[in-house]
């Protein structure tokens, strides 16, 4: 015998067979209903008449065998009246209906199973529309949730390395991979060189390995000059489209870009519930980067503009010393100082 | 007679009801359906037998000022079985099925009409709930979207009140009231006083009266004190918990604060398309007000740094013009001044 556990009704689909069954059975007809192993599950008759039992199994056995959910008609006057249950694709039961001797119900019987039956697939329908839709709406619910964590800790005070390991943090609760990780572009000894800068999880490539690196940022940058907004690649159509070291099944990176202007990029891989990345990733993920982009963008003017001023202090500081070769306005001018670097460093 | 247009099936509705009518006529029986004036709207007959129109018209009534939905069977044997469709709480159409002479099907035709009921009554409720769900699907995608926009514009580098305005802009769109404006707290001669920085469409109340704005704002306080996050009043359950001047029917005032300091308030008036702000409504004007206060903080603190350098700049160039009696190194010390006035002015 098959296992039946995945094909069979759910309890409430069950419920609705055996109000059904006792509404016939009220009017004195006799109702079966079997599972996909053709055990009877359901079985209220009208004691009206006695149904031939043998001959309501094998009309069981051929509605099955037939795989549709065709309304079908056998024995004299076609008192037996049948149809197959089919939930996701499947057939999960089968109801036969003995109308009885006097045929004149038959007509009726199978018009009102009719009726069951579009309202059982009505039902079934409506059921899976409102578990997608509840579905979407949780997750928007997240997404949203993310966004507004993430744009409420923009304080540019806060260190950089906090932040975008916040965004990681949060993201990967939200997308369920084995890795996602933020890279930026530094200057080091006048060459650009992308550098980890956040991440959670293990990302599939070698991020040690910076030739790795800068292949993902140049063929990420391949994929936004034909016009898309991130670089997916997976083997879920067969094969990728780049050549691939390390364990990736998928990846998805999107570029950091400040004032139009190429910072970084975002990478994730290895997704733990599905085969790739799809439309929504790509608008999320680009929403996260976008955030930590205008973070990273206030933060280095901030950056940029306090060590301008502490420069500027020092510069002060010294040229007093060097000229001032009289003491008189000293202490006036320590008082100056002083009241500057108080107010520097209260604000920084 | 009534204006019916608010009470009729829907065309889906009255597409099911004609289905079942087709039905029920295919098996030889009789079908009426009546709108709530009592017009014949669907009625096909199975042609074994005829009806008495004015018997099935005065059951029509009946059942009508019965009001219920249960089923109700009259004549000899029972051959009139008949029930009213409700929808939204009101009857919009009933419904008699003639079994005949032969009163044998009159017990299978009530459980058939018992069936189609049942069936009818959960496609409605299905389709309210997914409308529901699909309206707070759209409602969170709306709001998903106003937050992405306005934290992809928090440069520090733009304006307050663009970006103000903007956040003011972008919510009106997504909450129809009348009004929505953000009051900053500012010190204007040694009193702090609250200025409205940015605003969309009318206020209901009068915010060039400091004296109204003030009061609102101590409400505010008063509210958050008991541990509420919002000032919410309204007339919707009989009368308002405050006094209110003006044309204010409902209002909703939200905290902005930094660092645990209050520093202003956001407030919309009355609602286009609503009678009352809800839950909802707090949870996203605080979101859009947290938004705002990470701004102005994160603007504040940019601004006080630009000021300081400028400063200290300044007193550069007066230390060294007050005190360098000597011409030696000058053209040094223009360059350097130079250097620095140009590297500021570039960043900021």
Redesign the interface.
């Known amino acids: 015998m098959l296992n039946t556990s995945q094909n069979q009704l759910s309890s409430g689909q069950l419920r609705l067979v055996k109000e059904?069954a006792r509404?016939?059975a009220?009017?004195?007809?006799n109702f079966f209903a079997y599972d996909r192993d053709l055990n009877i599950i359901v079985n209220v008759c009208g004691e009206k008449f006695i149904s031939d039992y043998e001959g309501s199994a094998a009309f069981a056995k051929q509605l099955l065998d037939s795989q549709t959910c065709a309304i079908q008609q056998i024995g004299p006057s076609g008192r037996f009246i049948g149809c197959c249950l089919v939930t996701d694709g499947t057939v999960s039961a089968i109801i036969i209906i003995d109308s009885g001797p006097?045929c004149?119900?038959a007509?009726?019987?199978?018009?009102?199973l009719?009726?069951?039956l579009?309202?059982f697939q009505?039902?079934l329908k409506?059921?899976q529309?409102?578990e997608l839709?509840?579905g979407?709406?949780a997750q928007?619910?997240e997404?949203?949730m993310l966004?507004?964590k993430?744009?409420?800790n923009?304080?540019?005070?806060q260190s950089d390395a906090n932040f975008l390991q916040l965004a990681c943090d949060n993201l990967i609760e939200i997308v369920r991979v084995e890795g996602i990780a933020i890279f930026l572009e530094k200057k080091i000894e006048d060459n650009k060189k992308l550098i980890l800068s956040a991440g959670t999880g293990l990302l599939g490539i070698d991020y040690k390995n910076e030739a790795m690196t800068e292949i993902l940022f140049e063929r990420l940058l391949d994929s936004m000059t034909t016009g898309s907004d991130a670089l997916i690649d997976s083997e879920v159509n067969g094969i990728f489209k780049y050549e691939w070291q390390g364990r990736i099944r998928n990846i998805i990176a999107v570029p950091l870009s400040n004032n139009s202007k190429l910072i970084g990029m975002m990478v994730a891989t290895n997704l733990l519930d599905r085969s790739d990345f799809d439309k929504n990733d790509i608008k999320l993920f680009n929403?996260v980067a976008?955030?930590c982009a205008?973070?990273i963008?206030?933060h280095n003017?901030?950056k940029?503009?306090?060590a301008?001023?502490i420069?500027?202090?020092k510069?002060?500081v010294n040229?007093?010393d060097a000229?001032?070769q009289y003491t008189r306005g000293h202490s006036d001018?320590v008082a100056?100082i002083s009241k500057?670097i108080d107010?520097?460093y209260k604000?920084?």
């Open positions: 059904f509404e016939m009220d009017t004195g007809i006097d004149t119900a007509a009726l019987v199978r018009q009102t009719h009726i069951f579009r309202s009505n039902d409506n059921a529309q409102i839709i509840s979407e709406l928007t619910y997404e949203l966004l507004y993430i744009s409420t923009m304080r540019v005070s929403a976008t955030e205008v973070f963008g206030n003017l901030f940029d503009l306090k301008l001023l420069g500027a202090l510069s002060l040229s007093i000229k001032d001018r100056i500057w107010a520097v604000r920084l």
